[in-house]
T-cell receptor
Framework: GAGVSQTPSNKVTEKGKYVELRCDPI?????LYWYRQSLGQGPEFLIY????????DSGLPNDRFFAVRPEGSVSTLKIQRTERGDSAVYLC???????????????????FGDGTRLSIL | QKEVEQDPGPLSVPEGAIVSLNCTYS??????FMWYRQYSRKGPELLMY????GNKEDGRFTAQVDKSSKYISLFIRDSQPSDSATYLC??????????????FGKGTKLSVKP
């Protein structure tokens, strides 16, 4: 399909393990966002990429969390030494941003994937 | 106090009713306001997107923004069972080429009974 694709859809692992979550944005979208959604809560921002670089990583909770987007398309969120509190749905979103324009009309909305449901046992 | 407050519900209405969903916020820098619909085990789906104050209508959905009161609303007319979902408000202060990060409410769970 043409939407944001996230894999795996579900991931169950043991405390202390390393996990990688993948996001394929909508083709041509230059901006990519990671959010985390706990049960009964709205999504919470983790990190935002414009192209290959992280433009804002202020939402990453600690240094166990890291994300990359080496070619400006697919992104991987990496979590080291997982803890039970990391259990949540990890959502990826992308948007088409026109950096050359500086007007409110160039501010494009974010489109989300269905997320990866991460469970740490 | 959280930046965005949204009553989590649940809200149950009969089919055909008018539904009113609301969020309040504290950050006067917010310029962009969105409503997302989220079905169970799915990602948020963009419904409405408005800039600054005013109303916007799209089919059965109307979004209102009152920046002076820091209050936004989503109205659903002639509600259908297929509208049963969690509705999330989201906002952003950013302007120009990027929205940066969105601030979401907790979401209101809506159930429309046939």
């Amino acid at each position: 399909g043409a939407g944001v694709s996230q894999t795996p859809s579900n991931k169950v692992t043991e405390k202390g393990k390393y996990v990688e979550l993948r996001c394929d944005p909508i083709s041509g979208h230059t901006a990519l966002y990671w959010y985390r959604q706990s049960l009964g809560q709205g999504p919470e921002f983790l990190i935002y990429f414009q192209g290959t670089g992280a433009a804002d990583d202020s939402g990453l909770p600690n240094d166990r969390f890291f994300a990359v987007r080496p070619e400006g398309s697919v992104s991987t969120l990496k979590i080291q030494r997982t803890e039970r509190g990391d259990s949540a749905v990890y959502l990826c979103a992308s948007s088409l941003n026109r950096r050359q324009e500086c007007s409110r009309e160039s501010n494009q909305p974010q489109h989300f994937g269905d997320g990866t449901r991460l469970s740490i046992l | 106090q959280k930046e965005v407050e949204q009553d989590p519900g649940p809200l149950s209405v009969p089919e055909g009713a008018i539904v009113s969903l609301n969020c309040t916020y504290s950050n006067s820098a917010f310029q962009y306001f969105m409503w997302y619909r989220q079905y169970s085990r799915k990602g948020p789906e963009l419904l409405m997107y408005t800039y600054s104050s005013g109303n916007k209508e799209d089919g059965r959905f109307t979004a209102q923004v009152d920046k002076s009161s820091k209050y936004i609303s989503l109205f659903i007319r002639d509600s259908q069972p297929s509208d049963s979902a969690t509705y999330l408000c989201a906002m952003s202060p950013n302007y120009g080429g990027s929205q940066g990060n969105l601030i979401f409410g907790k979401g209101t769970k809506l159930s429309v009974k046939p």
